[in-house]
């Protein structure tokens, strides 16, 4: 009995180990959120999306939230919490335990929560790209007020369906950096490009000539929208785009602006650079 529990124990510091190394970056902040059942949901979402662990048991996640994120609790209460999720998590009985993996509806709970503040978050779904396509040119950049300035150091003509998809077709900017696209996918993009902007006149690209360009994020008067990956990869795999709001963040958003004004200045126009 005893060796059954010194063997428990290892698992569960093994396991706490795993979860304090991993990247939270892209995930909201776990402390946005106060009730127990949406901590407990976030512990699900961050372990099955980047420790590819499915399901946790109530005492797995009190001991994260104890030991590492320093919030005290009893399993029992995220067991009550759990069980009252409906279908944002999905229970299981394994070794005379319960379970719990959260479900799709409940990582657009997690997301939809921190909305309505000086922070947003949008998720996108893994193979999901016509959707999340139209999530970003019809949920957030046509949502977005005054000049449109866009940076993405990767492109391809999935991003030229993006803009085409846009509302507005003026006072859009987007800032790339052409040597990053591969030789054969550059002169096909930079065809595309070319016929794009016989529809498209009034939306300018130029390409960044310097290494200094990594970010991706879409800026306005009011807003900036950090991009978890490039244009072209959204729906691929799972993604955010976290919308701060100038109110809030007034800093971010007008160093960003003048960051990207600096480097508009220094790059070249496209189709017109050269190849």
Known sequence: MLKMVSDQNKSII?????????????FPDFYSYNKPFERSLWILWVVKEKLGIKRLSAEEIASIMRDIKEISIDER???????????????????????????KSGKDYLASQVRGGSIEV??????????????????????????????????????LDILSNLKRKEDVKLLTKIENIRDKEKEQFLRELKDFKTEHPTIEFKSYPYTDIHDRYAVSSEHVVILGHSIKDLGSKESFAIILNKNSNKNIVEALIENFN?????????????T
């Not at 600096?262 to 050269?274: F, G, M, T, Y």
């Open 262 to 274: 600096r480097r508009w200045k220094q790059s070249l126009v496209i189709p017109h650079h050269a």
């Open 122 to 159: 949008l998720y996108f779904e893994p193979d999901k790209h016509y959707t999340s396509k139209r999530l970003l040119s019809k949920n957030v950049l046509d949502n977005l007020h005054g000049e449109l300035r866009i940076v993405d150091p990767y492109c391809s003509e999935r991003t």
């Open 14 to 26: 093994e396991f706490l180990k795993k979860f304090r190394d991993v990247d939270i970056s892209d």
């Open 77 to 103: 209460v995220i067991t009550n919490s759990l069980n009252r999720a409906g279908d944002k998590i999905h229970p299981y009985q394994e070794n005379g335990r319960v379970c719990f993996e959260i479900m």
